[in-house]
């Protein structure tokens, strides 16, 4: 047996493994719930050797759905004390248990992928998915656009990227009065020096007191929240999203009006995020209009969005001569950068192979290439990790871990290429 064969081998039996019925845990121990955007992620995996469990995990998280469209980031379905803060905290009243934020929309770019592997199957499937997602994506636009169309997170949770330097002013201008006593659990699983730090945690649970406070109602959350960004991963996701959406509504004959003006004010949006002053995309507090300064590696999701920009495509191969194992989080070359601390330098696979999909699509063949050789160095070298230091690749953070397990199988593994 290669040594493709054992990570192929190993790749699926951490699906299997990380699979509680019906729905994946991104890993066992740090992360014992249905996480939304590593689901999405899971299910692109599974599609690669079960695509009806690909359809279940997409089918389990919608399940969660709260009736604004609103699709939880958090779906805690089974009680598990060993995660904090968990449902007595959040105190949500969604169907299922849950959080009461979302994270970035992918779950439409994911089914569409599993889709085209086998169409017929799905196709009624994807039916009753498609006005779930069309929901979704539309609570977005109506809760979370800011007055340039961009869309806004309301805790750095919600960007998927917990710690990245672009939250640190609106954080600091924040207060975490009354907090409380609180004990973490990540902590427990993961050296604290590749997690967030007290200072942030504080104001991430401050945010949920104050979202549990209001009853999760986006009208108070508008007026009241402190934290409001626009964020460039929330925002080319939902675009691609939408343009999948669209794609996959047209083919099944459905209902499709209203997506492309969405889209047209996405691609709006999205635009809106460049920050000439750093010559690239970038975050913005949508309080107070100002940029927050940073690259990141969630500004290279613009050609997941079908966005070109010549600029950026020079940050690229800044990123990719600065470090041998790219993209960095946070370029290396920045004060703020922290090779293994979470989102604040380190290399995610999933992040990516989102840059890699997104450079292939528009004809970026060289650089997809590229970026999904230095991936599977990665993952080859160091394990299935949730993600790596971005100076000396070593692995970091939790192990066997699901999304990193599912980039192999649908993006690495040239067995299973379908491109
Ligand atoms: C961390 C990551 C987030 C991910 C979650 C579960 O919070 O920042 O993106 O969804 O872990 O893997």
Same mark, same amino acid.
């Given at each position: 047996?290669? /040594?493709?064969?054992?990570?192929? !081998?190993?790749?699926?039996?951490?699906?299997?493994?990380?699979?509680?019925?019906?729905?994946?845990?991104?890993? /066992?121990?740090?992360?014992?719930?249905?996480?939304?955007?590593?689901?999405?992620?899971?299910?692109?995996?599974?599609?690669?050797?079960?695509?009806?469990?690909?359809?279940?995990? %997409?089918?389990?998280? @919608?399940?969660?759905?709260?009736?604004?469209?609103?699709?939880?980031?958090?779906?805690?379905?089974?009680?598990?004390?060993?995660?904090?803060?968990?449902?007595?905290?959040?105190? &949500?009243?969604?169907?299922? /248990?849950?959080?009461?934020?979302?994270?970035?929309?992918?779950?439409?770019?994911?089914?569409?992928?599993?889709?085209?592997?086998?169409?017929?199957?799905? /196709?009624?499937?994807?039916?009753?998915?498609?006005?779930?997602? %069309?929901?979704?994506?539309?609570?977005?636009?109506?809760?979370?656009?800011?007055?340039?169309?961009?869309? &806004?997170?309301?805790?750095?949770?919600?960007?998927?990227?917990?710690?990245?330097?672009?939250?640190?002013?609106?954080?600091?201008?924040?207060?975490?009065?009354?907090?409380?006593?609180?004990?973490?659990?990540?902590?427990?699983?993961?050296?604290?020096?590749? +997690?967030?730090?007290?200072?942030?945690?504080?104001?991430?649970?401050?945010?949920?007191?104050?979202?549990?406070?209001?009853?999760?109602?986006?009208?108070? %959350?508008?007026?009241?929240?402190?934290?409001?960004?626009?964020?460039?991963?929330?925002?080319?996701?939902?675009?691609?999203?939408?343009?999948?959406?669209?794609?996959?509504?047209?083919?099944?004959?459905?209902?499709?009006?209203?997506?492309?003006?969405?889209?047209?004010?996405?691609?709006?949006?999205?635009?809106?995020?460049?920050?000439?002053?750093?010559?690239?995309?970038?975050?913005?507090?949508?309080?107070?209009?100002? @940029?927050?300064? &940073?690259?990141?590696?969630?500004?290279? %999701? &613009?050609?997941?969005?079908?966005?070109?920009?010549?600029?950026?495509?020079?940050?690229?191969?800044?990123?990719?001569?600065?470090?041998?194992?790219?993209?960095? #989080?946070?370029?290396?070359?920045?004060?703020?950068?922290?090779?293994? +601390?979470?989102?604040?330098?380190?290399?995610?696979?999933?992040?990516?192979?989102?840059?890699?999909?997104?450079?292939?699509?528009?004809?970026?063949?060289?650089?997809?290439? !590229?970026?999904?050789?230095?991936?599977?160095?990665?993952?080859?070298?160091?394990?299935?990790?949730?993600? @790596?230091? #971005?100076?000396?690749?070593?692995?970091?953070?939790?192990?066997?871990?699901?999304?990193?397990?599912?980039?192999?199988?649908?993006?690495?593994?040239?067995?299973?290429?379908?491109?």
């Amino acid at each position: 047996m290669n /040594a493709q064969t054992n990570h192929n !081998r190993e790749a699926r039996n951490i699906l299997i493994q990380n699979d509680r019925g019906g729905y994946t845990v991104p890993t /066992a121990g740090l992360y014992p719930y249905q996480w939304n955007w590593d689901s999405a992620i899971a299910a692109f995996g599974f599609a690669t050797f079960d695509i009806s469990r690909a359809w279940q995990e %997409l089918e389990t998280l @919608f399940s969660g759905q709260w009736e604004d469209g609103m699709v939880p980031h958090i779906i805690f379905h089974k009680p598990d004390p060993s995660y904090f803060p968990g449902p007595d905290v959040w105190h &949500c009243s969604g169907p299922i /248990a849950s959080t009461g934020i979302t994270q970035p929309p992918v779950a439409a770019t994911m089914a569409r992928k599993v889709y085209e592997q086998d169409k017929a199957a799905a /196709a009624p499937i994807l039916k009753k998915l498609f006005p779930k997602i %069309l929901a979704w994506h539309r609570w977005f636009i109506q809760w979370r656009s800011d007055d340039q169309n961009a869309i &806004c997170i309301t805790h750095p949770w919600e960007s998927g990227r917990d710690n990245a330097p672009e939250w640190d002013a609106a954080l600091k201008n924040m207060t975490a009065e009354g907090v409380g006593e609180y004990t973490r659990r990540d902590t427990s699983h993961v050296d604290p020096s590749m +997690r967030p730090t007290k200072f942030d945690y504080d104001r991430y649970i401050w945010l949920v007191q104050q979202g549990a406070s209001l009853n999760w109602d986006q009208q108070k %959350l508008l007026e009241q929240n402190p934290f409001r960004m626009a964020d460039p991963t929330t925002t080319f996701l939902l675009l691609r999203a939408h343009k999948d959406l669209l794609a996959l509504g047209t083919e099944l004959g459905l209902d499709v009006s209203g997506i492309q003006d969405d889209i047209a004010l996405l691609t709006k949006g999205a635009e809106s995020l460049w920050n000439p002053e750093i010559g690239s995309y970038d975050a913005r507090n949508a309080h107070t209009g100002a @940029f927050a300064g &940073c690259q990141s590696s969630a500004s290279f %999701l &613009c050609w997941f969005a079908g966005i070109e920009n010549a600029t950026q495509l020079e940050k690229l191969d800044e990123a990719f001569g600065n470090t041998n194992h790219p993209i960095a #989080s946070h370029p290396t070359t920045s004060e703020h950068y922290d090779s293994r +601390r979470y989102w604040r330098g380190p290399t995610w696979a999933f992040m990516n192979m989102m840059i890699g999909i997104g450079l292939a699509d528009q004809g970026h063949k060289e650089q997809a290439e !590229r970026l999904r050789a230095a991936t599977a160095d990665l993952i080859r070298s160091f394990g299935f990790a949730e993600y @790596f230091d #971005s100076t000396t690749g070593e692995a970091a953070g939790g192990q066997s871990f699901t999304w990193t397990a599912a980039v192999w199988l649908a993006w690495i593994n040239p067995n299973e290429r379908r491109d």
